[in-house]
């Protein structure tokens, strides 16, 4: 990756990461691109049913990553300002994948001022080929059956079908339905 002359110090990349996507594989790549080291905060509790264990969210980006010494992946719990302010972080990174989104983080950045207003949140843009990728597709289309291995990493992918397979023990009816999903099995 090439080296920008007058890149910034550090910036914080939060998000839960259920699990990790190309996409945010693609913007953790940029920001690296803009600052010299990046957190990767995993929320251990973001008000959302997580589908993998924060323990399991950490070690998938953190192999996704380990080709960039400048990126530290750390669990974190609590406000994303809270876990800013602790790691001298001054710059909060967030995606946009659509419109839809916008609302959402402008209201969460907004807050995020009052809440400290010496920390920026800096919004960025998905690659045009990742920008309808979110987790929780992935997730539903998976428990669906169908193959996710060009939206996410293929480790990912794998463990994805296993946690998924009949022997797992998890009813994807009553997973998907629990959820509110976005796609939802065809009754035969």
């Given at each position: 990756?090439?080296k920008r002359k ?52 950490v070690a998938m ?17 609590g406000l994303v ?108």
């Amino acid at each position: 990756m090439p080296k920008r002359k007058g890149r910034l110090p550090l910036a914080v990349y939060p998000g839960t990461f259920d699990p990790v996507t190309n996409g945010h594989i693609d913007l953790i790549r940029r920001t690296l691109e803009i600052f010299e080291r990046v957190i990767v905060g995993v929320a251990l509790h973001s008000g959302k049913d997580t589908f993998f264990p924060v323990e399991d969210r950490v070690a998938m980006v953190r192999r996704v990553t380990r080709r960039w010494r400048a990126v530290q992946v750390k669990p974190f719990d609590g406000l994303v300002v809270d876990f800013a302010r602790k790691q001298r972080v001054g710059v909060i990174i967030r995606g946009l994948r659509m419109l839809s989104d916008f609302e959402y983080e402008f209201q969460m950045a907004l807050t995020n001022r009052q809440l400290d207003p010496k920390i920026e949140t800096v919004f960025m843009m998905p690659s045009p080929e990742s920008s309808y990728i979110s987790s929780r597709l992935i997730r539903e289309v998976a428990a669906l059956g169908a193959d996710v291995s060009k939206f996410v990493p293929g480790f990912v992918a794998k463990e994805l079908r296993r946690r998924l397979s009949p022997d797992s023990g998890i009813d994807v009816e009553k997973w998907l339905g629990q959820r509110g999903a976005v796609f939802q099995p065809h009754p035969e």
